[in-house]
């Protein structure tokens, strides 16, 4: 079992920047696929950015491929997320992902989840 803590969200103007990270308990972190996921005002949650178990693969959602750089660090049991040129529109609950099986960008097949951030963007 794994217990995530997310940090890093706020307030900021459209065009800046945020890092999020995402704490994890456990000796077994680097077992887990990990994820970002957001859930804006009345919408269903959203795939962000997936990374591998040593961060050597990647996969973005389209709304912010190009912007976003998921990392993770599994000496510190972290996992980031680098959020640039952002947009109102990225204004969401982040939450962090856990998945202990395959590579899916659908929340049904995480398995833990943290508590979430709160990011928002004005314009």
């Known amino acids: 079992q794994v217990q995530l803590v997310e940090s890093g969200g706020g307030l900021v103007q459209a065009g800046g920047s945020l890092r999020l990270s995402c704490a994890a308990s456990?000796?077994?972190?680097?077992?887990?696929?990990m994820g970002w996921f957001r859930q804006a005002p009345g919408k269903g949650r959203e795939f962000v950015a997936r990374i591998s178990w040593r961060g050597g693969s990647t996969y973005y959602a389209d709304s912010v491929k190009g912007r976003f750089t998921i990392s993770r660090d599994n000496a510190k049991n972290t996992v980031y997320l680098q959020m640039n040129s952002l947009k109102p529109e990225d204004t969401a609950v982040y939450y962090c992902?856990?998945?202990?099986?395959?590579?899916?960008?659908?929340?049904?097949?995480?398995?833990?989840w943290g508590q979430g951030t709160q990011v928002t963007v004005s314009s």
């Open positions: 992902a856990a998945d202990k099986s395959y590579p899916s960008t659908n929340d049904r097949d995480y398995d833990y």
């Open positions: 456990g000796r077994t972190f680097s077992s887990y696929l």
